[in-house]
């Protein structure tokens, strides 16, 4: 089970640390994705890494603002979102596989479990 939660309003160049609780799971044997769906848009991946750490995905429109991390102990998923910008007004959600292969890694069909999603709007 994946509980998204740290969605809200904030004001462009604003940021924001989205997070993922995760249970039934051990974090640290799986990939885990946050992706993001705009009104009236396809849910987009947004940043992405595998279990090992060997690869790290990141949306060329967010590279740079946004950081992905995991606590295993915890077993929480982090977003961290910075200089927030307009366009990335979205519900988020959290996802994780045990298997993915290493060219799939931003790939929606590669992701098992997903959790129910997390609302962040970017307005002045």
């Known amino acids: 089970q994946l509980q998204a939660s740290g969605g809200g309003s904030v004001q462009p160049g604003g940021s924001l640390r989205l997070s993922c609780a995760v249970s039934?799971?051990?974090?640290?044997?799986?990939?885990i994705g946050w992706f993001r769906q705009a009104p009236g848009k396809e849910r987009e991946a947004v940043s992405c890494i595998r279990a090992s750490g060997s690869r790290v995905f990141y949306a060329d429109s967010v590279k740079g603002r946004f950081t992905i991390s995991r606590d295993g102990p915890k077993n929480i998923i982090y977003l961290q979102m910075n200089s927030l910008k307009p366009d990335d007004t979205a519900v988020y959600y959290c996802a994780t596989t045990p298997r993915v292969a290493y060219s799939a890694l931003a790939a929606l069909s590669s992701y098992d479990y997903w959790g129910q999603g997390t609302l962040v709007t970017v307005s002045s």
């Open positions: 039934g799971i051990s974090l640290d044997a799986y990939a």
